[in-house]
């Protein structure tokens, strides 16, 4: 039998009605299709999404049909303004002493090397540290190659360590005198296709070309380098940063309004835009399809929730959460009023755990919402540092609660920000589960009166 | 206890000290990282060896020099003569009703597009034999797409179903009147790469250009296609045919000679050309570094076997059995002294099962052989009637006895003719069971005196 244990009773935040509501919710969201349908419409029709891009306005018009016909009440979009990037090709080879092709791929933001590409000796640190660590001047004219592997951890624990080498190495190579930059792809994968991904370059530095390898390839580089013979590399990038030229996009919200507090906002977020190599099926096709098929699910209830929910589709998060930001300027005096939020981007596998991020009080009531989710999987961190996902993170630092739904990971970075990111990815089961958790936690603080400030 | 059955003692082929042999080789074999390293070499030092290419001239290079080094008594080479295929590049992209890049790759032998590619309605068929019911005329001015999917068989049996499209399809779709043809890889894999392989146009049909397009865009394309709107692609290939430019490769062969009848020769064999597009690390590195593996073991023991052990790394393979078809003519008068042969082109898994195809006579003889393997995993087929993989099974039509040798094959195609033949995909363990398994059956079969074509 099943006893319900003391603290959830005193924290009884939902009507009898209210939690029929809820089987009923999770009963249509594990048998409805709907997200996958969502993510196939995205890829099929719209597919890669790079802020600026064609795809991208396409991605918006797309957002806003979209939750029209899924039965939103309110569906707007607010522009964001971004800097022009373009990708162009990337082309790599080992030049000597065995000459080999490499697959490379420009970190995103890079800029170009020089029309006829450049060749330089290659120089590899085992990691960020190793770079950093390098001496001032020790690598005037060298192409420095960064071979740290990320390592697969079911809650993607991996990337943290990884990223660093994407994020700071270029600046970091440039301040000892590299003219490239080249770097093991931050993925789990063994596929000849480069991981992409966002780089910041530091003001006052030397902004060199910036690519990462395919795993393959980089294991070729090191295996080559380990044979104690000078290596010189061939690197032809041609994208381009224009920092001068503004390119609009936008952010698309979409509103369940609240029956009785619609002041009251209960945030879903996805992000819309994807990077421009595979089709953004999963990153962040999924949490745009979860999210939205969750709203349709509640909409479909024969009353409104008593707070609204919003479901935000963010703008530009790949290239440094730059549609979030302009959500914070724009929704300045409302932050107060967003009770709590979920983000949904690291979606492939089945939800294992949910962290709050909420007041002392609240986490009774959290305790009643991990009942709910329980039977489908889904476990109570111990923690309660949550701060919102991806964009969310700045909203949560803003003071926003949130919480963090942790799927299994455990493939997520064999695809991430690859040409690989594509709709066979998406497991429709997975999808269903996903989809019945953001149901229930949003319908959960939708109806529900509870603080979660408090 | 194990009890020898009575047919084995009928047959007994070897003395104690060749048995002693065989367990001081079967052990070396499991123990040495030799085959490995010869394809870690291959793969560092020479890379993808498309026939013609830089890449196929310095693999030969390295072949005869490799076998030097690991103690053959005859090295030499034998000149193969083939005909001009550069692959150029291939862009491929759905215009209408929704843009889409999409990843493509020509098929071997392919002739290219006009310069600036070419557009055209897609007209998808579900297999070749549909491609083949469609009417005359039918396909005027459009492109045939096949979207057959291959399935996975740990045999490969998947294959052939699939890989007709591949060789026989463009022709097919020519004489309907289409412009050009495109196909679902032949691969059992998901990734944004495409499988490419040689194909055969006709005499006197036009020849069109053909690709292939990675799976997970044939998903695309048909999902496209499916919503029932006219569906427009462009193709572009800058892969060109010269026919009346030949090119010169070459058979590389070392031979362990026989010590007491080195005119009887035990073949083993595998290709040293590939694809380009990989490093041709799994097709054909495996079955070249598992040969050359097997015969150093054997060249290493203090006394030669009685026949001579040949290896044969053929030349120009994937582009049709080139090399053999040369071998074939080359040796006319000496095919009846190749006692028996094994080819190994499907090597990327443990080996389980061994396919003879010798004189009923030789069978109990070939059931010793069986005894000899089963520690190792591979179990003797009821079947009789192998005719060698690849090259060898032009000798084993021309009567050669041969056994095939068959391994999990659940992986193989994933890799197979793409980007991804690279050495990572190569498992080390595997590759000493399958050396421990060529040098027994090679030395078995010098070693005895047995005739397997009575
Ligand atoms: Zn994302
Ligand atoms: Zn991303
Ligand atoms: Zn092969
Ligand atoms: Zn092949």
Redesign the interface.
Known sequence: AFSVPAPLLQAQSLTDGDTANIMALKKTALQSNLAYEID?SL??????RLVGT?GDAQGITWAVAKMKQLGFDKVWTEEVQHVTWTRGVAEARIIAP????M?AIALGGSTGTPEDGLKAEVVEFKDFAALEAAPEGSLEGKIAYVSFRMERKINGAGYGPAVKARGAGPSMAASKGAVAYVMRSVGTD????GHTGGTNYKDGITRIPAAALS??DA??LS??IS?GKPVEIFLKLTAERKDDVPVITANVIGEITGSEKPEEIVVMAAHLDSWDV??GAVDDGIGVSVTLAAAHHIANLPERPKRTIRVILFAAEEVGLVGVKHYMKDHENEIAQHVIGAEWDFGVGLIYEMVPGVGPAALNHIRELAHLLAPLGVSLSPKNDAKGQSDLSLLGKAGMPAVNFSPDGMKYFDYHH???D????VDPEALKQNTAVFTIFSYFAAQSGIDFRK
Chains 1, 2 share one sequence.
């Open positions: 196939e890829t099929t029709e719209v597919g890669p064609p065995y000459p080999q092709k697959v063994n596929n000849r296709l795993n393959p294991d070729l295996r080559t044979r595979g089709t690859t040409d690989n594509t709709l066979d990815k």
